[in-house]
């Protein structure tokens, strides 16, 4: 299994709701990590969990809540999003911690209304 | 500051006609360079790893080639399913953090 699966593929949330993005990798990789992308524009950093434990928290409001389970699950909470939390979130995985490639899912396409 | 610059932002190519994009980085240290492909609504495919000037990796019609200060994705005789955007990202000494370019839009037309 080479794959990082991410689900769901589409999600739209109300900005009182609550909702979970789920990643899952079977690949044995120790590193994982959420990245949030807008449209024309790169991946940006949000969170990377080392061996089960938060590596990387870079400056995200707090209404994104990380959480890794297990070494092949990786979740984000959200909570009170804004309209402009809407982007695509990445979930990635590599051997290491900054080392590789990194193998990326598909995606979440988030839309919050 | 560590900064990653891909030029140019969009390539529109005619089908055959060979082109390159440009990865340039200023870093403090460099542990990797990457190159990643992408389709609209996907996340990146992963599709190079170079570690030091001088090294070179192909893959079918790409071609990917580090200097100290660039990269370079060589792409012969493009076909339209070709057509995506090519990110590079570099990993930097001293942390964990990859830094992603800005992309380029690559456009192939039959």
């Known amino acids: 299994d080479t794959e990082v699966t991410q689900t769901p593929k589409h999600l739209v949330m109300g900005m009182t709701n609550k909702k979970s993005l789920k990643c899952e990798q079977h690949?044995?990789?120790?590193?994982m990590y959420w990245y949030k992308q807008k449209a024309k524009k790169p991946p940006e950093l949000m969170f990377v969990?080392?061996?089960?434990?938060?590596?990387i928290n870079e400056s995200v409001p707090s209404r994104f809540s990380p959480e890794c389970p297990n070494s092949s699950l990786l979740n984000l909470h959200l909570h009170a999003l804004q309209p402009e939390d809407s982007a695509l979130y990445l979930c990635a995985s590599s051997t290491r911690e900054g080392d590789y490639g990194y193998t990326f899912g598909s995606g979440t396409r988030l839309t919050v209304v | 500051e560590d900064q990653v610059t891909q030029s140019p932002e969009a390539l529109r190519l005619q089908e055959g006609e060979s082109s390159s994009l440009n990865c340039s980085y200023t870093v403090s240290g460099l542990r990797g360079l990457f190159w990643y492909r992408q389709d609209p609504g996907k996340g990146p495919e992963f599709l190079f790893t170079l570690y030091s000037a001088g090294e070179e990796k192909e893959k079918e019609r790409l071609k990917a080639t580090l200097t100290k200060k660039e990269s370079f994705l060589h792409i012969t005789a493009p076909k339209p399913e070709d057509s995506a955007t090519y990110l590079c990202a570099v990993a930097v000494t001293g942390g964990f953090k990859t830094i992603f370019g800005a992309g380029t839009r690559l456009f192939v037309k039959a």
């Open positions: 969990y080392s061996y089960e434990k938060l590596s």
């Open positions: 690949m044995g990789h120790r590193a």
